[in-house]
């Protein structure tokens, strides 16, 4: 059975917005107030505020909070077990594919052989 690793489903599941994928790529160019995080995605505060919650849960962002103003900042080195886990399957099913190209080229040269040495 596959690993399970509730972390990993975390970080998957905070990715899997797209709201919260910009959000992620606007901090990506440095820290931000909510206000501004929120201008762009059309939606009110308090559903902003769910997203940004998402990806703190998930350690993706880090905020604090100066006097009435709250910032965010990305936290990348939160995605290194999503990184590792994916380097892992890539791994693993170009290990499977360089099998079955083996596969289908020794079927190939076989039935190239057996032509030639037909009547």
């Given at each position: 059975m596959a690993k399970?690793?509730?972390?990993?489903?975390q970080l998957f599941q905070a990715l899997a917005d797209p709201t919260r994928r910009a959000i992620l790529a606007r901090l990506a160019q440095g820290p931000a107030p909510v206000s501004e995080l929120a201008r762009p995605t059309g939606l009110k505060l308090p559903?902003?505020?769910?997203?940004?919650?998402?990806?703190?849960?998930?350690?993706?962002?880090?905020s604090s909070k100066d006097g009435r103003v709250r910032s965010c900042a990305v936290v990348p080195e939160a995605l290194t077990p999503m990184c590792d886990?994916?380097?892992e399957q890539r791994a693993h099913w170009e290990s499977r594919l360089d099998?079955?190209?083996?596969?289908?080229?020794?079927l190939l040269e076989d039935e190239d052989h057996d032509d030639r040495t037909r009547p």
């Amino acid at each position: 059975m596959a690993k399970y690793d509730s972390d990993l489903s975390q970080l998957f599941q905070a990715l899997a917005d797209p709201t919260r994928r910009a959000i992620l790529a606007r901090l990506a160019q440095g820290p931000a107030p909510v206000s501004e995080l929120a201008r762009p995605t059309g939606l009110k505060l308090p559903t902003v505020m769910r997203h940004l919650s998402v990806l703190e849960e998930a350690g993706l962002i880090a905020s604090s909070k100066d006097g009435r103003v709250r910032s965010c900042a990305v936290v990348p080195e939160a995605l290194t077990p999503m990184c590792d886990w994916l380097d892992e399957q890539r791994a693993h099913w170009e290990s499977r594919l360089d099998r079955l190209e083996s596969y289908v080229m020794t079927l190939l040269e076989d039935e190239d052989h057996d032509d030639r040495t037909r009547p």
